[in-house]
């Protein structure tokens, strides 16, 4: 993977701009890199990072930080319309396999793909501000997150713990706004372990963006459906842009994305799937399903795929009321 600062490249236009979103380990940097195969798009990789100075001095010091629909944040709006554009001092990121003869294209391109897994908790904020060209939310099994997650590289997610009773409202990935701690405040206090703590985290991700308001303002895909489905649903994803399938992003699909760990590569639909049933005890699903029961992001179950009706419904807020 090759890592360029962005920083004096041209200004790029956000009604050009997709947004991919989604938790950690879901398939965004996957889904992005494919996305960032249309004519003259670059990929921004994760701006919201705390290793970024700029986002730090823009205001962002939490992993997520939450920001409401309709609120006023004038130094982290400002950072956020850069990063959209291309123009903070974080990284344009190319997959290995960029030929030579389109790098040029890319480095001097004006229209991004800004990959995100820590802006989920302000996405309907990002699209009420910006005039972006599509956000696509990824989701997965919190199963198979939670797994991905224990099994990574690096050791902090395996260190997580659950809080004590009275940090709740700052412990689970950033500031938990006080209506939804309320009504939240049992079931993150009952949350036992690790990978309980993990499931938590992900059902605020999924649920900022699906029931703060009566309806998502993007597209959703899941992680499921772009194995089981490839063709069709990148068709439907580039449909929504506007945009033929480019030969390209197929070709990724017989890939492991950039930041994918070595048994993540696309081989076998179902034993991909299903890997977190080996992987997690059987005390660790039941409190990762029992926790996603209790947010109402009950799309995920045992099963293997989740319902993709009642992804539809909730995107369309149908369940808003009932969480």
């Known amino acids: 993977m090759r890592l360029l600062n962005a920083v004096g490249l041209p200004l790029g236009d956000l009604r050009k701009t997709v947004v991919v979103a989604g938790s950690p380990r879901s398939g965004t940097t996957w889904l992005a890199e494919m996305l ?15 290793r970024w100075r700029a986002a730090q001095e823009a205001g962002i010091d939490e992993w997520r930080t939450y920001i409401g629909p309709g609120e006023a944040s004038l130094e982290v709006q400002d950072y ?6 291309g123009r903070v001092a974080c990284t344009r990121q190319f997959t290995s396999e960029v030929p030579l003869f389109k790098l040029r294209e890319l480095l001097t391109g004006r229209k991004q793909v800004v990959k995100f897994v820590r802006a989920n908790r302000m996405l309907h904020w990002i699209y009420n501000r910006f005039p972006i060209r599509e956000i696509v939310l990824v989701l997965r099994h919190p199963c198979a997150v939670v797994a991905s997650q224990l099994d990574y590289k690096h050791d ?10 009275d940090e709740l409202q700052t412990e689970y990935g950033g500031r938990i706004p006080d209506r939804i ?11 036992e372990s690790t990978a309980g703590h993990l499931a938590a985290v992900w059902c605020l991700d999924i649920y900022f963006p699906l029931h703060e308001q009566e309806v998502f303002p993007g597209l959703i895909t899941t992680y499921e459906r772009l194995l089981t489905r490839e063709e069709e ?9 506007g945009e033929p399938v480019p030969r390209r992003a197929l070709q990724l699909f017989e890939k492991a994305s950039g930041s994918a760990s070595s048994d993540l590569v696309v ?10 049933k080996t992987k997690l005890d059987a005390r660790q699903i039941d409190e990762i399903l029992s926790t996603v029961e209790a947010f109402g992001l009950d799309f995920y179950t045992d099963a293997l795929e989740p319902d993709y009706s009642r992804i539809e419904a909730s995107s369309e807020g149908v369940e808003s009321q009932t969480t």
Do not use: C, D, M
């Open 80 to 85: 956020i319309e850069k990063a959209l554009a």
């Open 36 to 50: 960032a195969t249309q004519p003259g798009y670059t990929l921004i990789n994760e701006p919201l990072h705390l």
């Open 181 to 191: 701690l309320r009504r939240f405040k049992s079931t993150l206090a009952n949350v």
């Open 267 to 276: 081989k076998g639909t179902r034993r991909q799937l299903s890997k977190w």
């Open 156 to 165: 902090a997610w395996r260190r997580a713990t659950p809080p004590e009773i």
């Open 233 to 241: 649903e990148l068709k439907r994803i580039f449909q929504s842009l």
